[in-house]
Structure formats: C-alpha cells, structure tokens
C-alpha cells in the first residue's frame, strides 16, 4: 500500500469515529448532581478528588471538602485550598483507626463528622462536595450506611458528590453515577520510599 493509500484509509476511519463520537456527545444531553464514587488499591483517588475541586473552583463553583479518618492538617491540598475563597474545608478525623485503637472514640468522632457533611448535603450553596475517605467509616460500621445513602440522596439536584476511599461497597456502587476503581499495579512506598510532599501530601 502506498503513503497515500494508507493517508486516505487513515482519513476515513478517523471521519468514521469523529461521525461516531459526535453522536454519542449529542445524546448525552442531561444534567444533574452526580455521584462519583473513587476506590480501588492504587493510590490516586483523593488526588482526582482534589482535581475536582480546583475544576470547580475555576468555575467559580462552592465547594465543601469533609477529610474523614486523616487528622494531619499539613496537607498541600489543605494548604492551597483551604485558602480558595469558595472552597470549606474540614478535617474531621483523629487518626486511623489503628491509631486511636478506641472504637467508641471512632464512632463517636465519625458521627461529629458525619454532621458536618450533612450540612452541606443539605445546603444548595455547595455546588460539590467530596467526602474523602468515606468509606471506611461506612465499612467499619462507624457511620449508618442507609442513613449516609439517605442524605446523599436527599441532596439538592444539582449538587455533586464525590466519595473516596478502597473498598467502597456495591450498595454504593449501585447508587453511583461514576465508579472508578483504581488498581495498584506498583507503590513506591513498597520500594521503601517515604511520602513525598506534592505527591502523596
Ligand atoms: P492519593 O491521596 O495520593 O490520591 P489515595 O487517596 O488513592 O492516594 P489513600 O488510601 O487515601 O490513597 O492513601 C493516601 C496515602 O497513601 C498517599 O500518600 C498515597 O500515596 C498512599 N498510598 C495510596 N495507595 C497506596 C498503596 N497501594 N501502597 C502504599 N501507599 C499508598
Ligand atoms: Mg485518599
């Protein structure tokens, strides 16, 4: 086959998938709050969160940030967003679980938490709110996990919600608009590497 040959099939596949692509961008035509639900082993999740959010705020969007379990307040993201006119963030956690080894503290600080985002979820201000880390509270039975569907649910029509964290359940699968699950094909970590600021904090 000569270049030209070649040029010319390249140029009717390519028309063939543009035809194909702008069709399916043309019936995607709705809008509404989404649920995105970010979980799997590899790291990236909360990262994609925060990608979010700076989309958001570029829009000039409100944005509500609730950092469950974690309770170091020396993040970057915190650093650079807490600042963002427009961006609440909050840090509701007093370490993992391992850390405070004391379930009825975890309960106790997850449910404080839990307010926290239920005000937001009930407040049409907040354009998107992420809800990081999630579902470990959910999963360790911290939370009540018809009651967190519930005010999601119940949340204003166009609001966003974003939950992070591994092991989310089906139920919240199910409900989800997005789910991505992220796999860990590799960590640096396992090589003996420390977190590194911008990376991983
Ligand atoms: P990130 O905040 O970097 O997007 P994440 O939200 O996907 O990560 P978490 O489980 O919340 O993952 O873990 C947060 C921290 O643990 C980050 O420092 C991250 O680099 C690290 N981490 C994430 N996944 C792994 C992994 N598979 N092995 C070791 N460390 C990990
Ligand atoms: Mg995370």
Redesign the pocket.
Known sequence: MTDSDKNTRHQARMARKKAMIDASIARADQEKGLLLV?T???????????GMVGRSLGHGMTVGVCQFLKSRTDTGEEAFFGKQAGCDWHVLGDGFTWETQNREQDIATSQRGWAVAQRMLADPRYDLVVL??LTYLLNYGYLDADQVLDDISARPPMQHVVV???AASETLRDFADTVSE?A?VK????DGIK?QQG???
């Open positions: 970010l799997g082993n590899g790291k990236g999740k909360s990262s994609s969160a925060f990081d880390e992070t964290g591994r992220i860990d960590h640096a970590y396992r977190a990376i991983d904090l």
